[in-house]
């Protein structure tokens, strides 16, 4: 059997892929980073005797998302994991346009084709979306990759149910992390002093939530008791809040 991880070389898509590794899946890795996912080839093909493919390319591009999914079609999938995303801290006056749209196209695009896709040609298996904790309540300062992780989770959500209700053999599991120490805050200009959840946890608790078809993944009791909060606040609540914390994170 056969698992795609997008954003494979690092943070939690590396994480997933060693953990599937682990459980004897073939996988077939996305990112950017060719260097990277030779490296974390050779180490999972030796440690766990298992094959790897590597695919270097940019999700951002809606075609690649098909020439991965052409490509690979045939082989026994049972497992997607749309890990691939980005953010950007900031005023959205200030933000760039281009690196908004192209978070627009991997955050949103790549995961909705790639799932779509998934869904069309297999007929048995699991998909594993990577939404947010910013994706419950509107993120000032952080507001394009909070409203990209809001449809990730809305979407994700909605599919499951459908395919529950055609008793189809597919079954979507949302992750939402809070803050985790990756990469992530240094390629969204973000300076972070609250604590950072540890990636193997994180990466830890999607799994054993996919394979127990949990709808909902949230990593951490902390971030549990913070989604309970944000569930009975109003909305103008939350806002001030998330406006000062995301603030604090502004480089």
């Known amino acids: 059997m056969y698992a795609i991880i997008t954003g494979a070389s690092s943070g939690i898509g590396k994480e997933i892929s060693t953990l599937l590794a682990a459980r004897k899946y073939n996988l077939i890795l996305v990112a950017r980073r060719k260097d990277r996912l030779e490296l974390l080839k050779s180490k999972l093909e030796k440690k766990y005797s ?29 497992i997607l994991v749309n890990n691939a995303g980005f953010g950007k801290v900031g005023h959205f006056s200030d933000c760039s346009l281009q690196n908004e749209l192209d978070m627009i196209q991997t955050n949103i695009v790549a995961l909705h084709i790639l799932t779509k896709l998934f869904i069309k040609n ?10 947010s904790m910013a ?42 992390p809070g803050p985790v120490d990756t ?17 193997k946890s ?3 608790a999607a799994v054993d939530g996919m394979f127990h078809n949990k709808s909902v993944v949230i990593p951490g009791f902390s971030m549990r008791l913070l989604h309970i909060l944000i569930k009975i606040s109003p909305v103008s609540w939350a806002l001030p809040l998330e406006y000062l914390i995301q603030s604090s994170k502004k480089q």
């Open 202 to 204: 994180c990466a830890k």
């Open 50 to 78: 298992i094959s790897v493919y590597i695919e270097v390319m940019d999700l951002n591009n809606a075609k690649n998302c098909f020439l991965l999914f052409e490509k690979y079609k045939a082989f026994p999938l049972s």
């Open 135 to 176: 994706a419950y309540t509107p993120s000032p300062v952080l507001a394009t990759y909070g409203a990209t992780k809001s449809y990730v989770y809305s979407l994700s959500r909605a599919i499951n149910y459908e395919l529950k209700k055609q008793h189809k053999a597919i079954h979507i599991t949302t992750l939402c």
């Open 122 to 131: 297999v007929n048995r298996g699991n998909i594993l979306n990577v939404a």
């Open 183 to 199: 990469e992530f805050h240094a390629v969204a200009n973000a300076s972070m002093s609250m604590h950072l959840q540890d990636v």
